[in-house]
């Protein structure tokens, strides 16, 4: 059974019914749209049909215009120019966007991947020595770098111009909160400057920042803010990459970033790129509309999988210079290597849930969850933490020991901010970095356990109660007979969905149970039943409560909360309810 939750249901505001008048649309969607901040009918228009138009110019971004100038530069002074790339599915279609655009302006770039495991995450200065050494005359950071301190003096003595783009947390001063940086050519980053007064889209991903700055390079190769017609085709084009690292990197999914995904997700479908498109067929998933559930569970999981078992090299060859067979072939081994991924992290996570209620870390008082073995695999910890994390509602720190190391991938929970948490704890790291809901940090073995107390206490201080359960925030009370395929059109203008702009869930309260439940599933985990409310009926499922079926006999009465989804069978459609939480009245 489901671990109990809170709902938080939104008060019905005031408001609703005038915008819902306005916008032409229903009560439920108007209420939606205010509990997104979105009060007025115009920003009720733009979200409900997004436009490119409504993207910001580059130029707002922190030192973009100087970095876009000095890329230019080197396209036309054919210099070699190499992009320094992360190894997840952010940094990865980063590094595919600026390989792209600087291709399509004439120039030519190649790319470097840092090993996950033998190399470690961000910039490191025996790679930078390398690529100097190797006749690198720019290099361009991506999806990593803001903390690269050294590796940045590396490349300075070597006179060799370093532009670092990133989207994660930056270094302080010691006892002061101005920024320590990297001393380099510049930093291109959505949340520098922002005192004056900054960029309006603070939670750009990194493939975000690398789709902005190509469209910088674009403005500065012509010398105008409007770009050529063929550069403009290749940005649209491009979108399908930002989206991807934009979904999988979890960011808000708010403003900008929810119009690139938007078109992105398109794009997909459309796509002349011969990697995506060998991608999306090795998924099964070619001619079909794809939204923001295909990226994160099926197509991102793919390109993740080569770097966490072994190198991303690959995933980006695929997405850049890969012919339309090699992109195949790369794409059927990403789907092999993500197989295999799937079943070390099945038995990973067997053994992390052993670990924790063995010690009794599963108690009401425990705040925080540090959990590290000899055997796990550094490359599929992460993924792991996020199930502990769905499981126990816990920040969780996950530690895969080697030769006296631990290297770490950690996930969190709303209101606890990891990258600063781990700020807290830096004593016992080597390194850290990342964000507020995901970082990476690696530490001595000796040390693992004073790290655990310290992280701890450090969650202990910042965590109530309260945060501990998870929160269900509703979207609005809903009857039955309101939630329609008419309402169901509506909803889907609302997409795409993820972090920042979650599904809209509805309760219906004092439905009434109308016959006795079904388990199905393969192991009758899960529950199906039907409900009545007036005269109105709805099927619903309800994943993974299966344990329900003998505690609710017909006329039971309980309130759901539900996600209304769309089933289609024998070439009917119809609507059916997802419980996600339900209560007995």
Same mark, same amino acid.
């Given at each position: 059974m489901q671990r109990a939750k809170r709902w938080n249901i939104a008060p019905p505001d005031p408001a609703a019914q005038d915008l819902a008048s306005r916008l032409k649309t229903s009560r439920l969607i108007a209420q939606i749209l205010l509990n997104r901040g979105v009060r007025e009918p115009d920003a009720g228009r733009d979200f409900l049909a997004p436009s490119l138009k409504t993207l910001h110019e580059p130029a707002a971004i922190f030192n973009l215009t100087a970095a876009s100038h000095r890329i230019a530069q080197a396209i036309r002074e054919k210099q070699r120019i190499v992009i320094y790339g992360d190894y997840d599915v952010d940094g990865i279609t980063a590094t595919a966007i600026l390989w792209h655009a %600087?291709?399509?302006?004439?120039?030519?770039?190649?790319?470097?991947?840092?090993?996950? %495991?033998?190399?470690?995450?961000?910039?490191?200065?025996?790679?930078?020595?390398? /690529?100097?050494?190797?006749?690198? =005359?720019?290099?361009?950071? @991506?999806?990593?770098?803001?903390?690269?301190?050294?590796?940045?003096?590396?490349?300075?003595?070597?006179?060799?111009?370093? %532009?670092?783009?990133?989207?994660?947390?930056?270094?302080?001063?010691?006892?002061?909160?101005?920024? *320590?940086?990297?001393?380099?050519?510049?930093? @291109? $980053?959505?949340?520098?400057?922002?005192?004056?007064?900054?960029?309006?889209?603070?939670? *750009?991903?990194?493939?975000?920042?690398?789709?902005? /700055?190509?469209?910088? !390079?674009?403005?500065?190769?012509?010398?105008?803010?409007?770009?050529?017609?063929?550069?403009?085709?290749?940005?649209?084009?491009?979108?399908? /990459?930002?989206?991807?690292?934009? !979904?999988?990197?979890?960011?808000? /999914?708010?403003?900008?970033?929810?119009?690139?995904?938007?078109?992105?997700?398109?794009?997909?479908?459309?796509?002349?790129?011969?990697?995506?498109?060998?991608?999306?067929?090795?998924?099964?998933?070619?001619?079909?509309?794809?939204?923001?559930? $295909? @990226?994160?569970?099926?197509?991102?999981? #793919?390109?993740?999988?080569?770097?966490?078992?072994?190198?991303? =090299?690959?995933?980006?060859?695929? *997405?850049?210079?890969?012919?339309?067979?090699?992109?195949?072939? !790369?794409?059927?081994?990403?789907? =092999?290597?993500?197989?295999?991924? =799937?079943?070390?992290?099945?038995?990973?996570?067997?053994?992390?849930?052993?670990?924790?209620? +063995?010690?009794?870390?599963?108690?009401?008082?425990? +705040?925080?969850?540090?959990?590290?073995?000899?055997?796990?695999?550094?490359?599929?910890?992460?993924? @792991?933490?996020? #199930?502990?994390?769905?499981?126990?509602?816990?920040?969780?720190?996950?530690?895969?020991?080697?030769?006296?190391?631990?290297?770490? &991938?950690? +996930?969190? %929970? &709303?209101?606890? $901010? *990891?990258?600063?948490?781990l700020d807290a704890c830096t004593g016992c790291l080597e390194t850290h970095g990342g964000h507020e809901m995901a970082a990476g940090l690696k530490l001595h073995t000796a040390r693992v356990d004073e790290f655990r107390a310290a992280f701890c206490e450090h969650a202990g201080q910042c965590l109530t109660d309260d945060m501990l359960v998870p929160e269900m925030k509703i979207d609005a009370l809903a009857q039955l007979q309101e939630i329609t395929l008419g309402l169901m059109g509506d909803l889907a203008r609302l997409g795409p969905f993820g972090h920042g702009n979650r599904r809209p869930l509805f309760v219906c309260r004092n439905v009434s149970v109308v016959s006795p439940p079904r388990r199905v599933g393969k192991t009758s985990q899960h529950l199906q039943m039907q409900v009545r409310q007036a005269n109105q009926c709805m099927k619903c499922i309800a994943f993974g409560q299966g344990d329900l079926a003998e505690k609710l006999p017909p006329g039971t009465a309980i309130d759901i909360a539900v996600e209304p989804s769309l089933n289609e069978y024998n070439g009917r459609t119809s609507v059916e309810l997802e419980v996600k939480d339900l209560q007995v009245v």
């Amino acid at each position: 059974m489901q671990r109990a939750k809170r709902w938080n249901i939104a008060p019905p505001d005031p408001a609703a019914q005038d915008l819902a008048s306005r916008l032409k649309t229903s009560r439920l969607i108007a209420q939606i749209l205010l509990n997104r901040g979105v009060r007025e009918p115009d920003a009720g228009r733009d979200f409900l049909a997004p436009s490119l138009k409504t993207l910001h110019e580059p130029a707002a971004i922190f030192n973009l215009t100087a970095a876009s100038h000095r890329i230019a530069q080197a396209i036309r002074e054919k210099q070699r120019i190499v992009i320094y790339g992360d190894y997840d599915v952010d940094g990865i279609t980063a590094t595919a966007i600026l390989w792209h655009a %600087i291709r399509c302006l004439g120039g030519a770039a190649e790319f470097y991947i840092p090993h996950r %495991i033998e190399e470690g995450y961000g910039l490191n200065p025996d790679a930078i020595a390398q /690529l100097c050494g190797n006749g690198a =005359q720019l290099i361009i950071s @991506v999806d990593c770098g803001v903390t690269a301190i050294e590796p940045a003096q590396v490349a300075r003595s070597r006179g060799v111009d370093l %532009i670092i783009t990133d989207h994660h947390e930056w270094r302080h001063q010691d006892g002061s909160t101005s920024p *320590l940086l990297p001393d380099c050519h510049s930093i @291109v $980053h959505p949340r520098l400057g922002e005192q004056t007064p900054g960029y309006p889209n603070p939670h *750009l991903c990194g493939a975000g920042v690398a789709f902005k /700055l190509a469209w910088g !390079i674009g403005q500065a190769v012509i010398g105008a803010t409007k770009v050529s017609a063929e550069f403009r085709n290749f940005l649209i084009d491009a979108t399908a /990459l930002a989206a991807l690292g934009t !979904i999988a990197d979890v960011v808000p /999914l708010q403003g900008e970033n929810r119009v690139l995904a938007h078109f992105g997700l398109s794009g997909l479908r459309r796509t002349r790129l011969n990697g995506l498109r060998a991608l999306i067929a090795s998924a099964g998933l070619t001619g079909q509309s794809l939204d923001s559930f $295909h @990226v994160g569970f099926l197509l991102a999981p #793919r390109l993740n999988a080569c770097g966490r078992m072994g190198h991303a =090299q690959l995933a980006v060859e695929m *997405l850049t210079s890969a012919s339309e067979e090699k992109a195949r072939e !790369i794409a059927e081994y990403l789907d =092999q290597q993500n197989r295999a991924r =799937q079943a070390i992290e099945r038995k990973i996570l067997d053994e992390a849930i052993e670990q924790v209620t +063995r010690n009794g870390w599963d108690a009401d008082g425990q +705040r925080a969850l540090v959990l590290g073995a000899e055997n796990w695999h550094p490359g599929v910890i992460g993924i @792991v933490a996020s #199930r502990i994390v769905e499981r126990f509602h816990r920040p969780t720190v996950m530690l895969a020991i080697n030769n006296g190391h631990a290297q770490g &991938s950690a +996930r969190s %929970i &709303s209101g606890f $901010h *990891l990258a600063r948490a781990l700020d807290a704890c830096t004593g016992c790291l080597e390194t850290h970095g990342g964000h507020e809901m995901a970082a990476g940090l690696k530490l001595h073995t000796a040390r693992v356990d004073e790290f655990r107390a310290a992280f701890c206490e450090h969650a202990g201080q910042c965590l109530t109660d309260d945060m501990l359960v998870p929160e269900m925030k509703i979207d609005a009370l809903a009857q039955l007979q309101e939630i329609t395929l008419g309402l169901m059109g509506d909803l889907a203008r609302l997409g795409p969905f993820g972090h920042g702009n979650r599904r809209p869930l509805f309760v219906c309260r004092n439905v009434s149970v109308v016959s006795p439940p079904r388990r199905v599933g393969k192991t009758s985990q899960h529950l199906q039943m039907q409900v009545r409310q007036a005269n109105q009926c709805m099927k619903c499922i309800a994943f993974g409560q299966g344990d329900l079926a003998e505690k609710l006999p017909p006329g039971t009465a309980i309130d759901i909360a539900v996600e209304p989804s769309l089933n289609e069978y024998n070439g009917r459609t119809s609507v059916e309810l997802e419980v996600k939480d339900l209560q007995v009245v």
